[in-house]
């Protein structure tokens, strides 16, 4: 599956943004998938996922608990992380994975997108 990530950009504290991660291919469905994020000179580190089961189960680093919600339309093969109340500290480069079940640790994951630049300013 081939992952494009969107809705990156530059934001006040405070604002929001919507993320959108578009896949490829008729087997979206079959993918727990997540959201990461790699801010400069940091590792990457897990911000929420979702299940890939009818009846999803969703998970969040304590970090966003609260602030982000991650969704998904398997009708449109498409992906979302609804991001307010950001904070400078959540500037980052945004992934989307998609893998075998909903988890927090990046090896999970098989494919993953290129990522889109987030930015919050002060």
């Known amino acids: 599956v081939q992952l494009v990530e969107s809705g990156g950009g530059l934001v006040q504290a405070g604002g929001s943004l919507r993320l959108s991660c578009a896949a490829s291919g008729r087997t979206f469905s079959s993918y727990a998938m997540g959201w990461f994020r790699q801010a400069p000179g940091k590792e990457r580190e897990f911000v929420a996922a979702?299940?890939?089961?009818?009846?999803?189960?969703?998970y969040y680093a304590d970090s966003v608990k609260g602030r982000f919600t991650i969704s998904r339309d398997n009708a449109k093969n498409t992906l979302y992380l609804q991001m307010n109340s950001l904070k400078p500290e959540d500037t980052a480069v945004y992934y989307c994975?998609?893998?075998?079940?909903?988890?927090?640790?990046?090896?999970?994951?098989?494919?993953w997108g290129q990522g889109t630049q987030v930015t919050v300013s002060s």
């Open positions: 979702v299940d890939r089961s009818a009846w999803s189960r969703y």
């Open positions: 994975a998609a893998g075998t079940s909903g988890s927090s640790y990046s090896s999970d994951y098989n494919y």
